[in-house]
């Protein structure tokens, strides 16, 4: 049975810093990434990474703040977030691929997904 465990989110202060973990068990996956979903809009890539190159990609209301990283051996990827503002606030999902097709940030390249963790960034 596959699963995604997302772990770290939590309220933070503007400026502050949080880690997201989502660890995988079941399979192994080409693609791991993050998406985020505020009240009233769309589900919105932030980063992923993929496992067998290990090249990222990340958002670009993210890039130069927010980093993508992993651990093989623990089947785990993380989501290291610096410098956080308010419009930072939102649920993240952790999403999974068994196959790439090259749309890094669309939901559908995604087949699993985590529960969701809240991120509150107070100003």
């Known amino acids: 049975q596959v699963q995604l465990v997302e772990s770290g989110g939590g309220l933070v202060q503007a400026g502050g810093s949080l880690r997201l973990s989502c660890a995988a068990s079941g399979r192994t996956f080409s693609i791991m990434g993050w998406f985020r979903q505020a009240p009233g809009k769309e589900r919105e890539f932030v980063a992923a990474?993929?496992?067998?190159?290990?090249?990222?990609y990340l958002g670009d209301s993210v890039k130069g703040r927010f980093t993508i990283s992993r651990d093989n051996a623990k089947n785990t990827v993380y989501l290291q977030m610096n410098s956080l503002k308010p419009e930072d606030t939102a649920d993240y999902y952790c999403a999974a691929g068994t196959g790439y097709s090259g749309n890094y940030y669309y939901t559908g390249t995604y087949d699993y997904w985590g529960q969701g963790t809240q991120v509150t960034v107070s100003s």
């Open positions: 990474k993929r496992w067998s190159s290990g090249y990222t």
